[in-house]
DNA sequence: AACAACCTCAACCGCATCAGA
DNA sequence: GTCTGATGCGGTTGAGGTTGT
């Protein structure tokens, strides 16, 4: 049907992955390092894309990938957090070992965006404004955050630290006191 | 049993940012 | 400082599965 048309998006195979791509493309990155897709996937063999590497190792193929049955604790972590980052997908994942941002992103679409959309229902606009302004908050944190670690790394390296680190929300009470202020 | 409507999730796309030449 | 290719991110799509009628 469509071979006589010379697109150039056609390039490469697109669709669901098979188990004997899965399979050329760990044992080129385990030889390889999980970098320089583009070359991985010429090296494999795929008729692919290195994005499209790229993400079917980040999403499956990774070690310690945990996948579907999110529990109540992840899911409570989750709500938390998108209450604070807002749609932060890996900024989010990279609090839920295991998980990754496609996931959570997914997940959210289709389970908690509409528990959320419910829970505002009831709450009323008042409880809208008070997200929206806790989200506000929150983004400015950081990037005050953000600002003071630039300025301030350049003169003093003892100054520097990583925001992410900051933002650790392993420590669970630190969030629900953030999220009551 | 057949079909439609809905749901889930793997994968793609476009854009932004980073890093090296 | 600029250019270019690589990488990362979030939004979106669509195929396949499930549920309802």
Redesign the pocket.
Known sequence: MEENVPHK?SE??????TGEEDRKLAEVIAVQGA?????IANIAGLN?????C???W???LRPNIK??NITDQEEDLILRLHKLLG?????IAGRLPGRT???I???W???LSKKVNQNEKQCGASARQGCKAQKRLAENAKEQVREENTSAGCEDSNMGFDVDEFFDFSNEEWVSRFLQV
């Open positions: 998006r490469f195979n697109k669709g669901t992955w970098r320089r897709w583009k070359t692919r894309c290195g994005k499209s790229r993400l079917r980040m999403n499956y996948r579907g749609n932060r997908w890996s900024l941002d496609n996931e992103k997914n997940y679409n289709s389970h």
